[in-house]
């Protein structure tokens, strides 16, 4: 059975012009693209996304990261979509991402690792309609 989880390609993938490199790499994987748009959060949108995180030390800065430039969401499905993407991107520090990962070869940090992926079906279901609706998943499902 095939399932979804949410990639985003964070502002450090957007400023680096990563975009066809990363969503090349997520392809060949074998995952198909649902919907895709690229977005400018504000504070309260990534606030919002990240609320699950409030209480961490990290929380702050990493809403100012993810505001602090253009991003790129993207609903993505295939079988064990969650756990095959989380395999795909690489441990979040890429100095502990195996070789070959998306954050080995592009990230540059913990705090700039080029790429988000969902942590469980549950959070993927409520990640994608942060930014994508009903609707233009369906729409975009038939391609």
């Known amino acids: 059975m095939s399932n979804r989880t949410l990639a985003i390609l964070k502002p450090d993938c957007v ?52 505001t602090s430039g253009a991003c790129v969401p993207i609903a993505l499905e295939k079988e064990n979509a969650v756990e095959d993407f989380r395999k795909l991107i690489g441990a979040t ?13 592009y990230a540059e940090s913990i705090e700039q690792n080029i790429v988000h992926g969902s942590d469980s079906d549950e959070n993927a279901a409520k990640e994608i309609s942060h930014f994508f609706s009903r609707k233009e998943l369906l729409e975009n499902n038939g391609l």
């Open 15 to 66: 400023r680096k012009n990563l975009i066809g490199q990363v969503i090349a790499k997520i392809n060949e994987a074998g995952f198909k693209v649902l919907a895709l748009k690229m977005v400018k959060l504000t504070g309260d949108s990534a606030g919002g996304f990240y609320e699950v995180h409030k209480e961490r030390p990290f929380y702050n800065d990493l809403v100012a990261y993810m």
């Open 93 to 105: 520090d890429p100095k502990n991402a195996e070789p070959g990962t998306i954050r080995a070869i």
